[in-house]
């Protein structure tokens, strides 16, 4: 099991440009359309080098988060589920 921590959250077309690969990846693998405007959680995968960036936009249960990490063999620290959570409330 790996954990992951937030790194960063920002819009979408703020994104530092060693994670846009990242998050054009996943908007991608999503199938979705980037405007540029979508709220975006990095989130680093600890001993790697790989990030996973998560649409808080789009994210209605921090479960939900926790379910896809799992399939990836991930799970967050306390305090970055805390984070998440606190962004998600502040997208409402």
């Known amino acids: 099991m790996y954990w992951v921590e937030l790194v960063h959250v920002c819009k979408a077309a703020d994104v530092p440009g060693e994670f846009t690969g990242f998050v054009r990846f996943q908007?991608?693998?999503e199938g979705r359309e980037?405007?540029?405007?979508?709220?975006?959680?990095i989130l680093k995968v600890e001993g790697?080098?790989?990030y996973i960036p998560v649409?808080?936009?789009d994210l209605r249960k921090i479960e939900d988060l926790e379910e896809r990490l799992?399939?990836?063999e991930a799970r967050m620290t306390s305090l970055t589920r805390r984070e998440i959570i606190r962004y998600m409330g502040e997208g409402d």
Not at 34 to 41: F, H, K, N, P, Y
């Open 27 to 29: 908007a991608e693998y």
């Open 34 to 41: 980037l405007t540029g405007e979508e709220r975006v959680a």
């Open 48 to 50: 790697t080098a790989c």
């Open 55 to 57: 649409f808080l936009d």
């Open 70 to 72: 799992r399939a990836q």
